[in-house]
């Protein structure tokens, strides 16, 4: 049984599309989201696909499936194949040490001891590294005044890596597993070793081979780009210039803003925009064993867990590959997903995921913190797509 095909223009959708249709219409009457596109691929073929609510409340402008995100973590991904094209091509190792590119980032232990890490630890986030965002008020991050990669514009990335380095790690290379800045460092790595920016090899190595142009670290046509909300008590709010965020026991810092500032660096975790075509395509290529992208063994290796099972303790059944997170145990992880499914998310209002076994590849980008990344209508939309199929 497949989702039965519904176009853009919304008509012939059938019984089996009900359910998603209801995910998405009760998120928006409900006021939990602003707007979205959602789009879903089954064995290649794209079987839903829609753009709802409004892109920009206050101006009355409807979501449009070309509309452009700010893709925040959705960025990881595609960063992460950059990596592993460079390391296809033997100019990255997964052994190297990151001093090889970057001398002077050299953040100790926390008993003062040095470290090494290495482009695997930086992949899998085992390297000791973590977020500003997840730390408290006298945290050695916060005290140096570190970028998660969304706030701060213009601020170059050799200052960012500069104050990253002057705080101790959180343990040693290896030893565990901690959702980082790692990707910020690797897009360092990638533009020491490319000798240009991180867009300019994104762009080479990914998104022009796939012919997408939507996608970068900056935005072509302002005028499709979704305005950024974010969860409120009644109603999502409108991002202002600078937004303070509560996540879990700390503060997310969003400058929405920050991407039309050509002198903010280039963050390898957090700074794209993009349109929901283009993750599709993307994920796509990955399901479908890397090509053109990527060898089919290294996409095996991507979507295996590399994280010495440390996610574990953390968040039940899930592992972290390359670039994302693996289903390991789909019963222990309370979720419909298939052994082997791919996911992640990104804290501006995204949900994605890829489930080999079904053949499934679905985006789910919408303008709306932090509902979009894990509320309600992550959780409504997977079981509808799964009680479809």
Known sequence: MSLALENSARSGHGILTKGIDAAIDTALADKR??????LIARDGEP???RAAGLADRENRV???????FRLASVTKPIVTITAMR??????IGLDDPITKWLPDFRPRLPDGGEAVIRIRHLLSHTSGLGYAFSSNENDPYIRAGVSDGLDQPGLPLAENLRRLGSASLRFAPGEGWEYSLAMDVLGGVIEKETGGVLGDAVAELVTKPL???D???SVRDRSRLAAAYVNGASEPQRMEEEALVPILDSTIRFAPDRIFDPGSYHSGGAGMAGTADDILAILEAIRKGGAPLLSADTVRTMMTDQAGGHMQPLQAGFGFGYGWSVVTDPVAAQAPFSAGTIKWGGVYGHSWFVDPAEKLTVVALT???LEGMWGQFTIDLRDAIYAAI
Do not use: P
């Open 62 to 68: 409807a979501m449009q499936e070309d509309a452009i």
């Open 86 to 91: 460079l390391i296809e091509q033997g100019r």
């Open 367 to 369: 303008n709306t913190t």
């Open 33 to 38: 989201l602003v707007g979205t596109v959602v």
């Open 211 to 213: 012919g997408l142009s």
């Open 215 to 217: 996608t970068a670290f």
């Open 47 to 49: 079987v839903y696909r």
